[in-house]
């Protein structure tokens, strides 16, 4: 399958196969009036199959994202044609209205307006938990 | 600009925490000295939900400061009860106040009043979660009972999973030298694992039985906790589990002479009477010193000297 390569914009590689469409909800790509191509199950040579994601327009990638969800992703940023820039994706260290909190006691779920914000507790263990109630996320 | 607040017990140094027991210390041996400090000051009580005893702890001392009170007691004579949230709240309650001392039965609460407000937020309680300012009131009874608090076996009996007071006092007491837990509940009141996270973290040494009478020999602190209705969704459960644990002078006489009792109040019926008249009991004690660790941390978070 042939998907053409991009001027300028972002192609969101190495993504763990079938993480792609969870990347793609949570960065929100379907809100795009640009082209976004999203490629399942490509062979890799690292690790079998990956997804990647082309968005042919210059995005501002929510970093925060990818490093939670698969923080073994590349971001390459394409310029002319080439990769003018690559970035290291790391594990973020609060995540902002990524995820909700379920914990019935907890003040979120009562005051709607409220961001949910969690906070990496155990860098090992990719823990995040709530700034609120600490419940875990899951 | 956002003042200093205190939701949780962690947030408080070490230092800080001997600098707030030096504090309550020289409060009880020289109370007049301290009389007018806070004079102009308003201390508003924002209680979300009933707590008579807190709420009455938290306005004798500012009042033994000097300062005044003003506030509310239960959710349904505040703005909350019109639907204004906690965030709005605390902006408003800081045009009035000049620190704010919070319970509320949502997790969180006093966080958010904290980001929103322009005065400190001392959380009086929220849910299940924290309760820093009786662990001040805990810490200072163990300061004045035993010297200090390296070395301790402390035994927490009763609700581990929704006692508060308890998840606040191991996250201070973990940062103490040779510290070991023993956590007696029944299997459905244990620990959350987000504690048990904590302790592994700091390494320390704990462990898991569900029999009062064959660990209360080993404890230095016993610090007995009520089942709480209010933190159950179903009264089946709640029955079930209230009369799990009740200290009696029989348990009492299984104990050391070094054992002291420690108890957030109120109690239920999970420390027989009969045991207030026994000298190691010291939860009576215990309420008079909340007063004066708050009467400490009032004047911490007003910056009086």
Known sequence: MNIDSIKNGIVIDHITAGKGMEIYRLLGLETLDCSVALIKNVVSKKSGKKDII????????????????????????????????????????????????????????????????????????????CIYCETKAK | MQMRSLIDISELTTKEIEELIGVANDIIASPQKYSKKCSGKKLATLFFEPSTRTRLSFEAAMLELGGSVLGFSEAQSSSASKGESVADTSKVISCYADIIAMRHPKEGAPLVAARNASIPVINAGDGGHCHPTQTLADLLTIYREKGGFDNLTVGFCGDLKFGRT????????????????????????????YVKDKLDNAGIEYTETDSLENSIADLDILYMTRVQKERFFNEEDYLRLRDTYILTPEKMALAGEKLRVLHPLPRVNEISVAVDDDPRACYFKQVLYGKYMRMALILKLLEVK
């Open chain 2, 166 to 193: 308890v998840h606040s006092l191991i996250s201070a007491l973990i940062r103490y030298k040779g510290v070991k837990f023993v956590l007696i509940s029944p299997n459905e009141l244990k620990l959350p694992g």
């Open chain 1, 54 to 129: 082309k968005i042919d327009s210059d995005f501002d990638v929510d970093t925060d994202i990818l490093g939670f969800v698969d923080h073994d992703v590349t971001v390459n940023i394409i310029k002319d044609g080439k990769i003018a820039e690559k970035k290291t994706i790391e594990l973020p260290n609060e995540l902002t209205n990524v995820l909700k909190c379920k914990n019935p006691r907890c003040i979120t779920s009562t005051e709607q307006e409220l961001p949910h914000i969690f906070r990496l507790t155990d860098k090992e263990h990719r823990v995040y938990r």
